[in-house]
């Protein structure tokens, strides 16, 4: 089983729309949890991160973890044609030396 | 500004040349790290480093090198370049545990 799953999608919602974004991990150690977005052929860049357990919001994101379940959301709202990236999800190691990402979501806005 | 530059950001070598992927960052970080990303596919860890003279392999297995001789400055090295080796390289840096990536290396090793 890998440490990090995410479904790849792609993910096609019209302007205006709300995402959910998903994603499980294995390792009931983990306490930090980032999300990543990546713009094709770019770096990612840092969106939010959320220590243990609850919901962090940011503008139009929110990061929510279940820890019981060990599962990940990022939510966004009135989601806009920017959007448009790879989300990627990345606990940090239980050594904390390290992020494991998972393959990233493919998300789509069309206007 | 503080940022995290890496050059070249394409390059297109033959195989057995000797390349060297470069990573500096101005914001003073004590971490730095190196992924491999494939299409479709995870980052990988290959290497890290948490400060001036430390180098550490990380995850994935690699045939590269890398040296820390300077904060700003975590270099990759490839010795003789394979077409195995084609790739986007990943240069990153942190503090705490939120890491701050550059804009990447496309290598394509014909």
């Known amino acids: 089983q890998k440490e990090v799953e995410q479904d790849p999608g792609p993910l096609s919602v019209p302007e205006g729309a709300i995402v959910s974004l998903n994603c499980t991990y294995s390792?009931?150690?983990?306490?930090?949890f980032m999300w990543y977005r990546q713009y094709s052929r770019k770096g990612p860049e840092l969106l939010m991160y959320t220590y243990s357990s609850g919901n962090k919001e940011d503008g139009r994101f929110t990061a929510q973890v279940d820890k019981s379940s060990k599962y990940i959301s990022l939510f966004i709202r009135d989601s806009q044609p920017s959007d448009s990236a790879t989300y990627l999800c990345a606990p940090v190691n239980q050594a904390g030396t390290a992020l494991i990402f998972g393959k990233g979501t493919t998300l789509s806005v069309s206007s | 500004e503080a940022d995290i530059y890496q050059t070249p950001r394409y390059l297109v070598i033959g195989t057995g040349k000797k390349i060297t992927l470069e990573c500096s960052q101005t914001m003073g970080h004590d971490k730095m790290y190196w992924y491999q990303q494939d299409p479709g596919m995870e980052l990988h860890l290959i290497h890290y480093?948490?400060?001036?003279?430390?180098?550490e392999k990380g995850d994935l297995s690699s045939e590269s090198t890398v040296s820390r001789i300077r904060t700003e400055h975590f270099p990759l090295t490839l010795e003789s370049a394979r077409p195995s080796h084609t790739s986007q390289y990943l240069c990153a840096s942190s503090e705490t545990n939120e890491q701050f990536f550059g804009p990447g290396t496309r290598l394509t090793v014909l």
């Open positions: 390792n009931s150690a983990f306490q930090y």
């Open positions: 480093s948490y400060g001036v003279n430390s180098t």
